[in-house]
């Protein structure tokens, strides 16, 4: 976070050339922010703020917080989601006291979270997008920044455990269904099929999340 605050200011000249100065948060006002998505995390203990010999305010404090999001898991294992994630102001209006207003472009910050995010898990971090518009709530204007964030899913190991097995069942099953053996080995075989199917849907079913409205195409048929 970054602030000005023209009260705040002196000349470095008459304090021994000390242009900056480290503060603790309450020593001064700072803008409140609230995270709308956010469901529970951890506060930062990072609680200051430098001051610059002009007035201007700078604060680093980590979040970790766990968000909301809609997943639309339709096409598992070969998604894409986009969460958001918006911080708001509802203190203090945005047409006379706050405006909110990101220092980097959505270019810079797609950069950087490139860089912080792994590279080896789940999700792949492919876009990153930025809105600033004013929330009215009480005929009140208040400024929201949000950040559009979309993941692609990587789809090998799912391809590898259900997609493959369950279509080489289904070849079997067929196979069998229309080969020459007995009708006593192909019901055998056919209740095999039918157990091999309930254990992947099983897999399955612990596999998905369960906020989606529609279920994957893989697990309907």
């Not at 047409?95 to 590279?119: G, H, I, W, Y």
């Not at 998905?208 to 529609?214: E, F, M």
């Amino acid at each position: 976070q970054e602030w000005q605050n023209p009260f705040a200011s002196w000349d470095p000249r008459d304090f021994c050339n000390i242009s900056e100065i480290v503060l603790p948060m309450d020593a001064y006002w700072s803008p409140p922010v609230f995270i709308m998505e956010r469901v529970n995390g951890q506060n930062p203990e990072l609680n200051y703020m430098v001051l610059m010999h002009n007035g201007s305010f700078n604060s680093t404090r980590p979040f970790q917080v766990t968000l909301t999001c809609s997943l639309i898991i339709l096409k598992f294992p070969f998604d894409t989601q986009t969460c958001n994630l918006s911080i708001a102001s509802f203190l203090y209006p945005a047409v006379t006291d706050v405006v909110m207003k990101t220092r980097r472009t959505p270019a810079e910050m797609m950069k950087d979270s490139q860089s912080f995010f792994l590279t080896d898990g789940e999700w792949k971090f492919t876009n990153l997008s930025i809105i600033e518009y004013a929330e009215v709530m009480d005929d009140k204007g208040f400024s929201v920044v949000t950040y559009m964030i979309s993941m692609e899913r990587r789809p090998t190991l799912y391809v590898l455990n259900l997609i493959l097995p369950t279509c080489a069942l289904y070849l079997l099953d067929m196979a069998v269904l229309f080969g020459p053996s007995s009708l006593e080995e192909k019901i055998n075989f056919q209740i095999a099929i039918i157990l091999g199917s309930s254990m992947l849907a099983v897999i399955l079913n612990n596999s998905l999340p369960t906020s989606s409205n529609k279920p994957p195409i893989i697990g309907t048929h």
